[in-house]
């Protein structure tokens, strides 16, 4: 496989909260592609492990609008423990069963906030359907042979999204940490009133 496209990726998070993560799709034909969903070490917000589903469908949106499937790997730049080097996960999905009724959208994962890489375009994007649900993960111990191709992998401390995007992507980080700071303070403000 080789590397299609990269860029910083901004998802939906939890509470109204965003979060931003770094996504790379690699692609070859005939192979299912795989998309690589890192966590960044300047992250904020929701997890990418937290709103994996939401993760999953800006994914989509991003590397593959036409509705493709696609395998999802979950990168943290160091174990998720804490100690040890890098952690790779495959994410998989349970799909909807045979007798649900598919106009039913309350399980599809909603709107997705994104950016075009030529301009900070921060307007929430379009209803993904995608069907992305009860996920599990399954630690890949080799991501390189998992993609066919090598996978370029950023010391301990230094994956971030200037790293990864330059000042466009600090810009970015910047106004995601706005945005989900202003809903932090409104959910604080709901819950205590008085504060």
Known sequence: MQLTQQSLLRYQGLHGSEGLCHVRAYEQAGCLPVAIAGALDDGLGTSTTNAIEMVAAAAQRACFADGCEFELIEHHPSSIAGYGGPSFCRVRFRHRDIDEDPSDLSHYAG?????????????????????????SWEPIADVEQFVGCDVQIWEDGTYTARAVAGEQGQRLRDRVAAHTGEAINHLLDVLEPDR
């Open 111 to 135: 709107a997705i906030l994104s950016f075009e890489p030529d301009g900070l375009d921060l307007e929430p994007g379009e209803p993904i359907r995608g069907d992305f649900r009860d996920p």
